[in-house]
T-cell receptor
Framework: DAGVIQSPRHEVTEMGQEVTLRCKPI?????LFWYRQTMMRGLELLIY????????DSGMPEDRFSAKMPNASFSTLKIQPSEPRDSAVYFC????????????FGPGTRLLVL | GIQVEQSPPDLILQEGANSTLRCNFS?????LQWFHQNPWGQLINLFY???GTKQNGRLSATTVATERYSLLYISSSQTTDSGVYFC??????????FGKGTTLSVSS
């Protein structure tokens, strides 16, 4: 398998613009996670899905953030409008089951909002 | 929620030296993962180790679940081992909670 695929790898945008990050999980994995990494807060969960259904979005910072998983092989994380404080590395991860299996991480999307 | 603490926060080694990284967690867990974040930012799975000991080449890990800690051993360190090492445990059984990491610098 190609592993978890994320696009774009780098994104530079201006404040107020819409940003869409994409993720393709490993085939057959039932769980998909979005994490964000910043210097101040480290790695933290934003939202996760089980069988395409959002289960816990308590980590989503505010209404400007939204995530969808229309099918088992694709998920998006959207920020609208973007702000400079959203600058971070966004990781997508997937796993076969809940806590009893390894989570595999994609390469991340490095977002810079000017 | 569960707390994850890693030590030391920073480690500087000469090539060839051995090191031990520690991860303490505040509650019982059924999963623990060690990751290496390389200088390019990629998170690489090292071990899935809820208990016991595993080895992979120069790296090995031990988790003592009853005492709520895990250790990562790096032997004969190489410059390519540089980066940040994270341990992570599941919160409420699913999403991972990460420690702040140990930053390792290996010089030749």
């Amino acid at each position: 398998d190609a592993g978890v695929i994320q696009s774009p790898r780098h994104e530079v945008t201006e404040m107020g613009q819409e940003v869409t990050l994409r993720c393709k999980p490993i085939s057959g994995h039932d769980y998909l996670f979005w994490y964000r990494q910043t210097m101040m807060r480290g790695l933290e969960l934003l939202i996760y899905f089980n069988n395409n259904v959002p289960i816990d979005d308590s980590g989503m910072p505010e209404d400007r953030f939204s995530a969808k998983m229309p099918n088992a092989s694709f998920s998006t994380l959207k920020i609208q409008p973007s702000e400079p404080r959203d600058s971070a590395v966004y990781f997508c991860a997937s796993s076969l089951s809940a806590s009893g299996s390894t989570q595999y991480f994609g390469p991340g999307t490095r977002l810079l909002v000017l | 929620g569960i707390q994850v603490e890693q030590s030391p926060p920073d480690l500087i080694l000469q090539e060839g030296a051995n090191s031990t990284l520690r991860c303490n967690f505040s509650d019982s867990v059924n999963n623990l993962q060690w990751f290496h974040q390389n200088p390019w930012g990629q998170l690489i799975n090292l071990f899935y180790i809820p208990s016991g000991t595993k080895q992979n080449g120069r790296l090995s890990a031990t988790t003592v679940a009853t005492e709520r800690y895990s250790l990562l051993y790096i032997s004969s360190s190489q410059t390519t081992d540089s980066g940040v090492y994270f341990c992570a445990v599941p919160q409420a059984g699913t999403a991972l909670i990460f420690g702040k990491g140990t930053t390792l610098s290996v010089s030749s």
